[in-house]
């Protein structure tokens, strides 16, 4: 029902940038909360920040506070993640997901098929 793709990733340098897209599909986009998850190899997957179906509530992991931002363009049917102040720690799969609801959990319904971001020191 919905399909999501990242781009965006790839390799930066510590205290770098990066902003991440994520293209939904579908014309309900705007009905689904969103969220961002990265794993890394032999981790779990983790949560990053989630944000609601109008864009006016956020949630961030402690570890991204201050350094990323989530946001919305429901007329786009696209969401991003703008990091900023890359840490080699940072480096993972990143996931876009959809879900009715805002979840801290990676119980989403729907994800993406991830994107890469690479942290170098």
């Known amino acids: 029902q919905v399909r999501l793709v990242e781009s965006g990733g790839g390799l930066v340098q510590a205290g770098g940038s990066l902003t991440l897209s994520c293209a939904a599909s579908g014309r309900t986009f705007s009905s689904y909360a969103m969220g961002w998850f990265r794993q890394a190899p032999g981790k779990e997957r983790e949560f990053v920040t989630a944000?609601?179906?109008?864009?006016?509530?956020?949630y961030y992991a402690d570890s991204v506070k201050g350094r990323f931002t989530i946001s919305r363009d429901n007329a786009k049917n696209t969401v991003y993640l703008q990091m900023n102040s890359l840490k080699p720690a940072d480096t993972a799969v990143y996931y876009c997901?959809?879900?009715?609801?805002?979840?801290?959990?990676?119980?989403?319904?729907?994800w993406g098929q991830g994107t890469q971001v690479t942290v170098s020191s």
């Open positions: 997901a959809a879900d009715k609801q805002v979840l801290r959990t990676a119980t989403y319904d729907y």
């Open positions: 944000i609601s179906r109008s864009g006016g509530s956020t």
